[in-house]
């Protein structure tokens, strides 16, 4: 076969397909448009309540507060498939801590597996540290909130426990688990908020553990095991936007929310 009638076979076959590759690219998803930033939404909503903790933004343009006075929520999980923004929650919790309080008013501590991901929020001064959940410091870290937890009966300062992927902890030692178990039962009544990610790929060894959870926050998730294991089956979280876009049950009903971009 000659180079010509080869090169004419290709184009006709292109010319052929050319309506259902046409068809395939109006099907894509356009980009979504950027978010407005943080420190934008912070403005626009100032001043907020000294006991509120910014989580996001309604469909309705309201705030999504949590009272850090009212331990009646109790700790909260964000529950999301990989590359759904359960760290970019945490991040954007952590940041709008620094916008919003003083640090003898609030503190957070973040615990993760990849601490290279919080650069961004390290020098924020609410920041007490940025633990590596394969390091000592971890469980240092979870013993000494517990013993401060443990003590605090009138402090009216809070502390909030990030903790980026619930299995991970799992594999700390006796002694950290334990201490971490007591935080998810009586801290936010002593002022420590455990604000916990957890991908449902991996929760069947940790399922003991989400018996903790009042409080859940929910991204994209796709498969539909993973939802009715979670209880969110009327969620429909495979239509939220991956990355941006959460849910958590409100009542009878759920509330779904936006998080801003984070400052740069």
Known sequence: MTEINRNALMMEA?????????????????????????????????????????????SDELPVLLN??????????????????????????????????????LQFGALTSHPDEWSRVENTPNNVGIFPLYDQSAEDFILSLASWAHDNKTSEQSVLLLLDDLEAASNLDFDARQNLRWLL????????????????????????????????????????????????????????????HFTLREGESWLRFWIPSIDY
């Open 185 to 244: 039962l009586r801290g936010p009544a002593r002022r420590v908020w455990p604000i916990i990610t957890l991908n449902p790929h991996r929760m069947e060894n940790i399922m003991p553990w989400l018996d903790a959870f009042r409080t859940r926050i929910f991204g994209t998730i796709q498969d539909p095991r993973h939802i009715k294991q979670l209880d969110a089956v009327s969620a429909e979280l495979d239509s939220l936007n991956s990355g941006s």
């Open 68 to 105: 850090l006075h009212d331990p009646v929520p109790g700790p909260i999980l964000i529950a999301a498939d990989p590359g759904a923004g359960k760290t970019a929650l945490l991040q954007t919790i952590a940041l709008a801590v620094g916008q919003m309080h003083q640090p003898e008013d």
């Open 14 to 58: 292109l010319n052929e397909l050319k309506p259902e590759i046409d068809s395939h690219s109006a099907r894509q998803v356009q980009p979504r448009p950027t978010l407005p930033s943080l420190s934008d939404v912070l403005t626009g909503y100032s001043p907020m309540p000294p006991a509120a903790l910014f989580l996001g933004v309604a």
